[in-house]
């Protein structure tokens, strides 16, 4: 990955971190779940309206790193709307970017768009679960599932 597309990402990540979108109750969620972080401390809440297969509305609460606040916000501003098989596949391709072969980067596919700013953390190993918390959490919301996601 060249420099500025590194500092470009950093910027997006901090932007979120800053200004985290979607960060609030929705109170006529139907689906809701709690993950939590225990190696890093991250601890989330989200919210999910889901209309037939549809993600009609999400949003997410929680304390936590700079990584794990950038990519709930991330992640729920890209699947607002977005039809389930979509999302699925949007996990799956962003899985795969962040947890690959840390010496490699990876090829990015092209619909994941701005949540391929978290391609660098598969640098950070430790990092990886403060990325993938939020999305997992959003697999337990969506299977209604209420025991809490822990990343262990
Ligand atoms: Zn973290």
């Known amino acids: 990955m060249s420099d500025e597309l ?19 109750a929705l109170t006529d969620a139907n689906r809701t779940a709690d993950g939590y972080n225990r190696l890093c401390g991250d601890k989330l809440k989200l919210f999910v309206k889901l209309e037939g297969d549809v993600i009609k509305d999400i949003a ?47 090829d990015i596919p092209e619909d994941l768009g701005k949540l391929a700013a978290f391609a660098g953390v598969r640098k950070f190993p430790v990092r990886v679960k403060c990325a993938t918390l939020s999305w997992h959490t959003l ?12 990343t262990e």
């Open 6 to 24: 590194d500092d470009l990402y950093r910027e997006t990540i901090l932007d979120h971190t800053k200004r985290p979108r979607n960060f609030r």
């Open 60 to 106: 997410f609460q929680g304390s936590g790193c700079s990584i794990s606040t950038a990519s709930a916000s991330m992640m729920t501003e890209a699947l607002k709307g977005k039809r389930l098989a979509d999302v699925q596949h949007l996990f799956d391709e962003f899985h795969q970017v962040v947890t690959g072969p840390p010496d490699e980067m990876p």
């Open 139 to 150: 697999q337990a919301a969506l299977k209604d599932d209420h025991k809490p996601v822990s």
